[in-house]
């Protein structure tokens, strides 16, 4: 069964400090693993899009990274803000337009 | 702002009521796509159009009646919906089908059926 599993379910931090959210998913086919940050009442905005050939990418503060023959992402964010407090969704596409979405982490950043 | 927009941001309606959502993107995309997403669950993928045509429906109830009169615009007509359909209902759209393409997403429309 194609599933995607994230964890922690919640995570709280201070302000300054970097987390890891992690991702583990059984998708396939694989075609490619994104991540989606998603503020309270808003839609999911796109972070990073990463394909099988992809361990590491960057986006600002945000990286992720993949490795492929363990099924397994992560998402680092480095120096957190305020703002970063939101939901971060990790999806698998597998074949065609079969999207697999995570329940998503809920990270708080506390001042 | 993502170019994807939804009207209304919030709705209510009895389960006998016929209302739509509309969903509009400035973004010159090809795909557009419904979502549903409920409480403490994950997005579920409702149906996908690419080029004013439906390529996929995710076995979705025959009370949610999707419409895409072009590839600017995405409506879902509802009707006769149960309590269980209350959920953050989110439009998004993409260049089209390709594999990596991004994902835009509207706000969503909030949906409360009493």
């Known amino acids: 069964k194609n599933q995607v599993e994230q964890s922690p379910q919640s995570l709280i931090i201070l302000e300054g400090k970097n987390c890891t959210l992690q991702?583990?998913?059984?998708?396939?086919?694989?075609?490619?693993l994104r991540w989606y940050k998603q503020d309270t009442g808003r839609g999911p905005v796109s972070l990073t899009i990463m394909t099988f050939s992809e361990n590491t990418k960057s986006n600002g503060r945000y990286t992720a990274t993949l490795d492929a023959d363990t099924k397994q992402s992560s998402l680092h964010i480095t120096a957190s803000q305020l703002s970063d407090s939101a939901s971060y969704i990790c999806?698998?596409?597998?074949?065609?337009?079969?999207?697999?979405f995570g329940p998503g982490t809920r990270l708080s950043v506390l001042p | 702002e993502t170019g994807v927009t939804q009207t209304p941001r919030h709705l209510v309606m009895g389960m006998t009521n016929k209302k739509s959502l509309k969903c509009e993107q400035h973004l010159g995309h090809n795909a557009m796509y419904w979502y549903k997403q409920s409480a403490k669950k994950p997005l579920e993928l409702m149906f996908v159009?690419?080029?004013?045509?439906?390529?996929e429906n995710n076995s979705v109830p025959s009370r949610f009646s999707p419409e895409c009169p072009n590839s600017s615009h995405l409506f879902l007509h509802l009707h006769t919906l149960q309590p269980e359909d209350s959920a953050l209902y989110l439009c998004a759209s993409s260049q089209d089908l390709g594999r990596g393409n991004e994902q835009y997403f509207g706000p969503g429309t909030r949906l409360t059926v009493t």
């Open positions: 999806v698998v596409m597998g074949h065609g337009q079969n999207f697999v």
């Open positions: 159009y690419n080029f004013k045509e439906q390529t």
């Open positions: 991702c583990n998913y059984t998708v396939s086919p694989f075609s490619n």
